[in-house]
């Protein structure tokens, strides 16, 4: 496994296994470009998949031995397990298979200027706010995000200059297989300890991945985080440091900001006005975020006020706090955050925007992540009046029988929180129309399939004839 090369297999036949995913439907994407064929099979009809199919491809919904023959080469994703059918066909067949993390890196390999942007938190907003700016400026990157953003059609571009942009994820150390020479650190957080043992093996893990570079390497890194620190200067890669403290390189000035989160503000780079900003998307982690893009674009030889401008236009990538609905005076909102922490940050940004009563419409991820973070998850949506809380999202894991959201529930009510267990997302929905009034603001959360509510929400308001996307 994973011996092959992808170079080798152009015009070929490539099969992905959980097409559906938002970092393998890019791939697909991509793929699709370069005059590769390319089928693929997903457990669910999500909403990445028709991207693939108008792209070109081939998707089968459902997983079955027969979906991988006659491939030349079976991609996967990390969740897809070895049992899978069309996993273990491809064994029985002798079909070469690689892993979703190695042909990523086959992609970004040889690359002159290839980014790899990293964190627990803000990955993809983050990644999408550079690709903005590097496509706006001029530069013709090739993009490669885990979600979509306007600015470039999808979640991949393909691009003729030597630039390469990617999200690199820790989950299953997937970030070691890729190529970069400038590495963006956003921070280092406690998640996906279903992979690792301890928040100390995350950290270490990404020293790794900054080690991957090149003596020629840059690091951009969040100087306000310990960890990502700690990590930076044990190596002897040049620095550029981003955040709010001292002792960063790159840091705001001049703060603004109106009553619904939006910031105004100068950005600083050594002590001298590097731009003035007005930001297009709302919070705190956003201005930090906007700080880390803006160094990386000048790391790649944007100016630093154009590389503000370009970013004054950026509204947020799909499922990034994304307004889906006005239904009776009742704003609906999504967003992709799946642990406390980015819950909690996507729960400020509506917090401020809320005129009525704040909905938190929780769908836990995984049943790893919701036992080793469970106690976080008592307290993030403590900024809400209401919270609803729908049944776990298994994903690529399997019902352990002695954890349920009712559990959750129970411990946000111990914390004073107005919490309730709505099983389903029809659950859900009747709980929201019967409770909402006109001013409340609904922001359902989560990166499973959570989001699919908010479309049955607009398709049963828009067969009542009501509602606005």
């Not at 100087?223 to 390189?249: L, S």
């Not at 100016?303 to 970013?311: E, I, K, M």
């Not at 469970?374 to 949506?381: A, E, K, R």
């Amino acid at each position: 496994m994973d011996t092959a090369q992808i170079r080798d297999y152009r015009g070929k036949r490539i099969h992905m296994i959980g097409i559906g995913g938002s970092s393998m439907s890019g791939l697909a994407e991509m793929l699709i470009d370069q005059g590769y064929t390319v089928t693929g099979s997903d457990r669910d009809e999500g909403y990445l998949i028709h991207h693939v199919r108008e792209a070109g491809g081939t998707v089968m919904i459902g997983h079955r031995a027969e979906n991988v023959h006659g491939a030349d080469l079976v991609v996967f994703s990390a969740a897809i397990p070895a049992d899978n059918p069309e996993r273990a066909e491809a064994e029985r067949l002798g079909i070469p298979t690689m892993e979703r993390a190695y042909l990523l890196g086959q992609l970004m390999e040889g690359f002159p200027k290839a980014v790899g942007v990293c964190g627990a938190h803000g990955k993809t907003t983050v990644t999408s706010m550079l690709s903005q700016v590097l496509v706006e400026t001029g530069m013709d990157p090739s993009i490669h995000i885990g979600g979509r953003l306007d600015a470039i059609g999808g979640s991949v571009r393909v691009g003729h200059s030597g630039i390469f942009v990617a999200e690199a994820c820790e989950f299953n150390r997937s970030f070691l297989h890729m190529f970069p020479t400038v590495a963006v650190v956003l921070n280092i957080d406690a998640d996906h300890l279903d992979c690792y043992k301890d928040i100390d093996e995350i950290e270490e893990t990404f020293g790794q991945f900054i080690r991957l570079m090149p003596e020629s390497g840059v690091i951009i890194g969040n100087g306000d985080d310990p960890r990502v620190r700690r990590q930076a200067e044990k190596t002897d890669y040049r620095k550029e440091f981003f955040g709010e403290g001292p002792g960063n390189d790159w840091y705001p000035a001049d703060m603004e900001e109106d009553d619904r989160g939006y910031a105004t503000f100068t950005i600083m780079h050594r002590d001298e006005k590097a731009a003035r900003i007005h930001m297009g998307v709302p919070g705190s982690f956003n201005r930090m975020n906007a700080l880390a893009a803006v160094a990386a674009a000048y790391e790649l030889g944007v100016n630093a006020q154009a590389a503000a401008d370009a970013l004054e236009k950026f509204t947020g990538a799909h499922r990034r706090f994304e307004k889906t609905d006005e239904i009776d005076g009742v704003e609906i909102f999504h967003d992709y955050g799946h642990n406390p922490t980015e819950m909690r940050n996507a729960l400020a940004i509506a917090r401020k925007r809320c005129k009525g009563e704040l909905w938190a419409v929780m769908q836990p991820h995984t049943f790893s992540r919701v036992r080793t973070l469970f106690d976080q998850y008592l307290t993030c949506t403590a900024v809400a009046d209401h919270t609803l809380v729908t049944d776990i999202c298994a994903a690529r894991e399997k019902d352990p029988g002695d954890l349920n959201s009712g559990m959750l529930v129970d411990g946000m009510k111990q914390n004073g929180i107005d919490a309730v267990w709505t099983p389903s997302f029809d659950d859900t929905e009747n709980w929201l129309r019967s409770h909402w009034h006109s001013g409340d603001l609904v922001l359902t959360m989560g990166c499973g399939d959570i989001n699919l509510l908010n479309d049955q929400i607009h398709r049963h308001e828009t067969e009542k004839g009501g509602g606005r996307a």
